[in-house]
């Protein structure tokens, strides 16, 4: 049990489709992240939420679209992706946006994108 | 272009034996730096972690060493176990940044 999880594990869809990804936390933090993580590349951060509100769109299509309702869930929508959007989509959470406490990650949607 | 990288994306050692894994980053202003593990089929488990007013910071079997003139650390695990196979990846942070930034990761394989 990792304290932050993710659904659902494995995801196909196709170009014309919209899904959602869920994440939630039972750590009692403040701020939660959505990561990317492409085969031979760097975790790249997309969004960041600070007590539900978003702090950080790291230049990332509008296909791509995040919601906070509250600080324990995160959901991304997805539409219109293309197949270069297939990776690993990784939750997280921490105390606070401060860079001084690690990340605590979930494991993650594989999202296959055909 | 990659501020933080991990030139060496396996390594194999012998159960018992030293792993040295190691990570060098461009940016001086990163002051607070962190190792990652992560199992297939997991996300990424926080490690150990140091900042950057420590050279060394060490936790069990998993010492972590930051050489700042280098722009360099490394991740010692002694001894090194089978259950340590798994990939690790280093990251770095600015206080006066917005995020993390993390190398590509090096796949470890402790052979029994």
């Known amino acids: 049990e990792t304290g932050v999880t993710q659904t659902p594990r494995h995801l196909v869809m196709g170009m014309t489709n919209k899904k959602s990804l869920k994440c939630e936390q039972h750590?009692?933090?403040?701020?939660m992240y959505w990561y990317k993580q492409s085969a031979k590349k760097p975790l790249e951060l997309m969004f960041v939420?600070?007590?539900?509100?978003?702090?950080e769109n790291n230049s990332v299509p509008s296909r791509f679209s995040p919601e906070c309702p509250n600080s324990s869930h995160l959901f991304l929508h997805l539409h219109t992706l293309q197949p270069e959007d297939s990776a690993l989509y990784l939750c997280?959470?921490?105390?606070?946006?401060?860079?001084?406490?690690?990340?605590?990650f979930g494991n993650g949607t594989r999202l296959t994108v055909t | 272009d990659q501020q933080v990288k991990q030139n060496s994306p396996s390594l194999s050692v012998q159960e018992g034996r030293i792993s040295i894994l190691n990570c060098d980053y461009t940016?001086?202003?990163?002051?607070?730096f962190l190792w990652y593990k992560k199992y297939p089929a997991e996300g990424p488990t926080f490690l150990i972690s140091?900042?950057?007013?420590?050279d060394k910071n060490e936790d069990g079997r998993f010492t972590v060493f930051l050489n700042k003139s280098a722009k360099h650390l490394s991740l010692h695990i002694v001894p090194s176990q089978p259950g340590d196979s798994a990939v690790y990846f280093c990251?770095?942070?600015?206080?006066?940044?917005?995020?993390?930034?993390f190398g590509t990761g090096t796949s470890l394989t402790v052979i029994p």
């Open positions: 939420y600070n007590f539900k509100e978003q702090t």
């Open positions: 750590l009692g933090h403040n701020a």
């Open positions: 940016n001086s202003m990163f002051d607070y």
């Open positions: 140091i900042s950057s007013i420590k």
């Open positions: 997280a959470s921490s105390p606070s946006t401060g860079l001084d406490s690690p990340l605590h």
């Open positions: 990251a770095a942070s600015a206080n006066t940044g917005n995020q993390f930034y």
